[in-house]
């Protein structure tokens, strides 16, 4: 009898699955970057922009779904 070879599975990217969420509908959802410190010298309008989380672009969204396997 012959046996099936199967490929090897990908293995999740443990390190970018913790940074961001795939959502119900497929978007990539992450934290925008430069809101860890030194927000004193940020304005009150950049500091809520930062507060809020950023959606990627389908492109860099199919990418990155690879190594998350979503």
């Given at each position: 009898?012959?046996?099936?070879?199967?490929?090897?599975?990908?293995?999740?990217?443990?390190?970018l699955?913790?940074?961001?969420k795939?959502?119900?509908?497929?978007?990539?959802?992450?934290?925008?970057?430069g809101?860890?410190?030194?927000?004193?010298?940020?304005n009150?309008?950049?500091?809520r922009?930062?507060a809020?989380?950023?959606?990627?672009?389908?492109?860099?969204?199919?990418?990155?779904k690879?190594?998350?396997?979503?």
């Amino acid at each position: 009898m012959k046996e099936s070879v199967k490929m090897p599975k990908q293995k999740t990217h443990k390190g970018l699955s913790k940074r961001l969420k795939v959502t119900a509908t497929g978007k990539v959802k992450y934290k925008r970057p430069g809101a860890g410190h030194l927000m004193s010298g940020k304005n009150a309008k950049r500091r809520r922009r930062l507060a809020s989380p950023a959606f990627m672009n389908t492109t860099a969204a199919r990418t990155t779904k690879m190594f998350v396997n979503k």
